[in-house]
């Protein structure tokens, strides 16, 4: 990781210290932040970094009775546990420091990129938990939350089966009720992360099942708790609870967290918990899978930024060849990062990590706002945001961090092919994220369908109208007026190519209108990171003015370069999606199955 650019994003993007002034965030001052995000990174290094390389070769498997995982990685959890960083963001009340998401994401930052996924039963502990803090009653929170916040419990979402993979419409999961007023669970679920492992006493699925006579489709979907172990009246763990481990799936990257397949209620049905009311399942389960989608942003953001940064120190100290200018064969060999191609890669890195890091920063801050700004518009307007931008902010750093990783790849060459460094294993670890959680296609689809079109377009139009108040506050900048112009342009792209898609969906038929909306994603999503740039590069051109030291100097000049590189190399790409979109090209939709 960059401290310089957490620093820049925390500080100068986004003002974080600005949130002190919230009640919530009142003990707290810039010094608790950064002693949280030190604190992180004193973990990270001890317990995950010696083990990161082990975590990826040595993957958890399976005797039929118990999951086996190295036995170091506990103890790199319970060092997380310990610290209270797992629950940073809690209130005080239930174990947590009540501290700013934003910041908290910042301090994972440092957890994920040295421990890979091997945080991740952390950090879905901590999604599982704020889904029932919201929309559990209070004898479940404290029956499960509490101890989940503590650390002795972990926690999981349980939505996938193998005969419905992402359509949750078709799950087949039944819930039948008891006369005690709990329910019994039976059915399959595959791809669990986390699903099972001896890391905690217990473990708290949150389960998506259909109760008997319910309606057919997603409206028929109710969420339970569902524990490994069920739990006695003083809080101790009781008897088995029928949640078997059928299998473990053997991942390419992303090897530290098990993926299982569960087998819910063989005998005589797994005891749940029903969360809030019968098949309201699904609208409590978006509280996670939007949490969730942050935090797959968030991965390939991080990921892209530490491979970007390995690459960097390997080309300043990798010396070979010569520039070719040089006709002397006897004169010194330059450092790779001297060659015209090798900057363009390491600018391309910089260009969409830093930028996706930007973005999901962003994200988080508006999920903090959505609940703790001062003023109930605020805070529904930061909820309108940041419900419009889910699907970019999960989508565009999942597929450019990859991206960013296999370039990262190339710049090391033969040595970037080989696991004596760890950038093909960023690549193989962030190759999970344009799959899970909603597929890069399915993304485009809620956004096209669902996001724009919602509430009279009020997240699409409050979206533009920020890119808008950005390009106003660009204008006192003459080096930044290129920029502004080229964004002003996208953004008339955009719309323009919105009304044509939306036009074609009410006109045209719907599958072949729908054809190109992984295109219309990419479209929005690189306007979006242009965007973010231009923020960048206000910040950067108001410091640069201000003459800083030479360190913050090149620091500033490197956020301006790459603004430049990404309006000039990625930005202009939009048009060519555009293009496609505007004439609903037929190429795909057109396709036979006889074909292939």
Same mark, same amino acid.
């Given at each position: ?8 994003n ?48 040595h993957?958890?498997t ?6 086996q995982?190295?036995p ?5 959890i ?30 994972g930052?440092y957890l ?26 209070d004898?479940?929170?404290?029956k ?10 972990m926690?999981?979402?349980? !939505?996938?089966e ?5 359509g ?6 039944k ?16 791809f ?16 998506l099942?259909?109760?008997q006579g ?8 109710s969420l339970?708790?569902?524990p ?10 009781g ?32 005891v ?16 996670? !899978? ?45 450092n ?7 900057k363009?890669?390491?600018l ?33 307007y ?59 296609g ?51 792209t955009?719309?323009?190519?919105? &009304?044509?898609v939306?036009?074609?969906?009410s006109?045209?038929h ?19 990171i ?33 603004? &430049?590189?990404?309006?000039?190399f ?7 999606w ?5 004439s609903?090209?037929s ?10």
């Amino acid at each position: 990781m960059n401290e310089r650019d957490l620093e820049f994003n925390l500080y100068e993007l986004f003002d974080s210290e600005s949130l002190l002034t919230r009640t919530r965030y009142q003990d707290h001052d810039r010094h608790t932040f950064n002693g949280v995000i030190n604190t992180a990174k004193a973990i990270a290094e001890k317990h995950f970094l010696p083990i990161r390389q082990k975590l990826d070769t040595h993957q958890p498997t399976f005797d039929g009775k118990k999951v086996q995982l190295i036995p170091e990685l506990k103890v790199a959890i319970a060092a997380v546990n310990e610290s209270g960083i797992g629950s940073a963001t809690a209130d005080y009340e239930l174990g947590g420091m009540q501290l700013p998401p934003i910041i908290a994401s910042a301090a994972g930052a440092y957890l994920s990129v040295g421990g890979g996924v091997g945080i991740g039963y952390n950090m879905l502990t901590t999604a599982n938990a704020n889904l029932l803090e919201v929309h559990a009653s209070d004898a479940l929170i404290e029956k499960w939350v509490k101890p989940m916040r503590e650390g002795r419990f972990m926690g999981t979402m349980a !939505m996938t089966e193998p005969g419905s993979g992402s359509g949750l419409g078709d799950l087949s999961t039944k819930a039948t009720k008891t006369e005690e007023g709990n329910y019994r669970i039976t059915g399959s679920k595959i791809f669990i992360s986390g699903g099972d492992h001896d890391l905690s006493e217990n473990i708290v699925h949150l389960v998506l099942a259909r109760v008997q006579g319910a309606p057919k489709g997603v409206k028929g979907i109710s969420l339970f708790v569902v524990p490994k172990y069920l739990v006695n009246d003083d809080g101790s763990i009781g008897e088995d609870n029928e949640v078997a481990l059928a299998g473990l799936f053997h991942k390419m990257g992303g090897r530290a967290q098990t993926s299982t397949a569960l087998s819910f209620g063989e005998k005589n049905g797994s005891v749940g918990y029903l969360v809030g009311e019968e098949n309201r399942g699904l609208q409590y389960m978006f509280h996670m !899978m939007n949490e969730a989608r942050i935090m797959v942003g968030t991965s390939g953001a991080v990921l892209a930024v530490a491979g970007y940064q390995y690459s960097v120190d390997y080309a300043k100290n990798r010396p070979q060849g010569r520039l070719p200018s040089c006709k002397d064969p006897l004169s010194p060999m330059v450092n790779i990062i001297e060659h015209a191609d090798v900057k363009r890669m390491l600018l391309a890195q910089k260009s969409y990590a830093e930028g996706a890091l930007s973005l999901v920063l962003y994200g988080t801050q508006l999920s903090d706002d959505s609940r703790t700004a001062k003023t109930q518009e605020q805070r529904q307007y930061a909820h309108t945001l940041l419900d419009f931008l889910t699907p970019i902010i999960k989508t565009w750093p999942s597929e450019y961090g990859p991206k960013a990783n296999s370039l990262a790849i190339q710049v090391l060459g033969g040595h970037g092919y080989i696991n004596e460094h760890p950038v093909e294993m960023f690549y193989r670890d962030n190759r999970l994220n344009p799959i899970h959680e909603g597929t890069t296609g399915m993304q485009s689809l809620d956004l096209l369908t669902r996001k724009v079109p919602m509430n009279n377009r009020q997240g699409y139009l409050a979206t533009l109208d920020e890119i808008y108040k950005t390009i106003e506050q660009s204008k006192p900048y003459a080096n930044l007026d290129e920029f502004s112009v080229q964004l002003a342009t996208a953004v008339d792209t955009l719309k323009e190519t919105t &009304q044509s898609v939306l036009t074609a969906m009410s006109t045209k038929h719907i599958d072949l209108a729908l054809a190109n909306s992984v295109k219309y994603l990419a479209l929005f999503g690189h306007v979006i990171i242009a965007w973010l740039w231009l923020k960048q590069g206000i910040v950067a051109t108001k410091a640069l003015a201000e003459q800083p030291h030479q360190e913050d100097k090149n620091f500033y000049q490197g956020k301006c370069q790459a603004l &430049q590189y990404f309006y000039r190399f990625e930005l202009p790409k939009i048009s060519l999606w555009a293009a496609l979109l505007n004439s609903t090209d037929s190429s795909t939709y057109d396709m036979q199955v006889e074909w292939f």
